[in-house]
């Protein structure tokens, strides 16, 4: 049975922003604490020469003056929207923002609370490109006066605490996926520049490179500890990065209008991006799921059906839809499961940990 896909919350008011950037799910961006005395004995001199070379590119900040626009003329590319495609693109900004500053937040407490100087001066770096990225985005929002207090989401907004080397794999993941979503985007619109209804995606193709540059700092921090690429990490590893792309999977396929201004078929647009993502981890993690597996995609495609028959009991409430919600749960840990433990592909690490950003 085919599900009906619900449109996102209504974003009308900052109040609206707020409680959609609040919100804790499975498909929402989170907030998170760590264990910082570990992150303070970290010792980066297994990869030292890739190190300081990207720390180097870090300092000279190539992105410093990008973040920058004329207010008037950017505005007057915003174009007026459908409004499907104007709920799924707040939706999309909304999101961005929260993903955006939960970096922020995370890598500036961790530059804080630690004294080891290579990592403290990592994460000052990242935690001011996530900054940029943030607040970039906030002003496009405020553009339709819907702008996010950023100060007040760090205040009220849940962290969940992740032991470091998850932190690891799923800021790495994160930071990766997002290069190749923004890339994706930023090449069809170069092709198609008339679907381009926002001027905000004329900054993907650098901003995608901090992104990629933030992905190989953990690629370093993780190849300079090489227990947490073998034995039973290997098993979180895994867990990891199916949880990424299933999520991204899943949550995509919510916003179909947004696919289609772009001229994508949202199938075909995340299986480019979940190939780029797995063709680039292939620089840090030993193994990658077998995207072009049938049965793969099929466990997909059904993760993203239960997903919306969820959202419609939820909307629709009472004592059966509650019931209905916990019978496609178990649907959906048993399809995960299934996913989890179809074969994967395995490789040899590279000896050159950092890879370019080629596509």
């Known amino acids: 049975m085919n599900a009906t896909i619900l449109p996102p919350p209504t974003i009308a008011s900052p109040e609206d922003a707020k409680r959609v950037a609040e919100a804790n799910t499975l498909l929402t961006p989170r907030f998170y604490r760590t264990d910082y005395d570990a992150l303070d004995a970290l010792d980066v001199e297994p990869v030292r020469a890739e190190w300081d070379a990207m720390m180097k590119e870090f300092e000279n900040d190539a992105n410093r003056h990008h973040f920058e626009r004329d207010p008037e003329e950017y505005r007057s590319e915003v174009k007026d929207l459908d409004p499907a495609l104007r709920a799924e693109f707040l939706d999309l900004l909304v999101s961005s923002v929260t993903a955006e500053f939960s970096g922020c937040v995370l890598y500036s407490e961790i530059a804080r609370k630690i004294e080891n100087p290579e990592v403290k001066a990592l994460m000052k770096y ?14 496009a929002l405020k553009d339709f006066g819907l702008g996010v207090d950023l100060g007040a989401l760090r205040r009220d907004k849940k962290y969940t ?3 470091p080397k998850f932190i690891y794999y799923a800021t790495y993941l994160s930071e990766k996926i997002g290069y190749a979503r923004y890339i994706a985007i930023y090449r069809q619109l170069e092709r198609r520049p008339e679907r381009r209804f926002h001027p905000i995606f004329k900054w993907f193709q650098d901003w995608c490179n901090d992104e990629y540059r933030h992905g190989e700092a953990f690629a370093l921090l993780m190849r300079a500890q090489p227990e947490l690429l073998r034995g039973h990490n290997l098993l979180w590893i895994r867990f990891f990065v199916l949880a990424v792309f299933a999520t991204m999977y899943v949550r995509d396929h919510t916003r179909p209008e947004l696919h289609r201004a772009f001229g994508f078929d949202a199938d075909d647009y995340d299986w480019h991006v979940l190939a780029i993502t797995s063709e680039i981890t292939k620089q840090v ?20 059906r239960i997903a919306q028959r969820m959202d419609a009991a939820k909307a629709r409430g009472g004592v059966l839809a509650t019931l209905e919600r916990g019978v496609l749960a178990v649907g959906a840990a048993a399809t995960f499961a299934r996913l989890y433990l179809m ?3 395995r490789h040899a690490l590279p000896r050159q940990v950092r890879m370019a950003p080629a596509w």
Request: proline share 8%; hydrophobic share 40%; glycine share 4%.
């Open 285 to 304: 993690f030993p193994l990658t799921l077998d995207l072009d597996h049938p049965k793969f995609r099929a466990g997909f495609a059904r993760l993203s």
């Open 161 to 163: 605490y992740f032991k």
């Open 126 to 139: 990242m935690a001011r490109d996530e900054s940029r990225h943030a607040g970039f985005i906030n002003t």
């Open 343 to 345: 074969p994967v592909k």
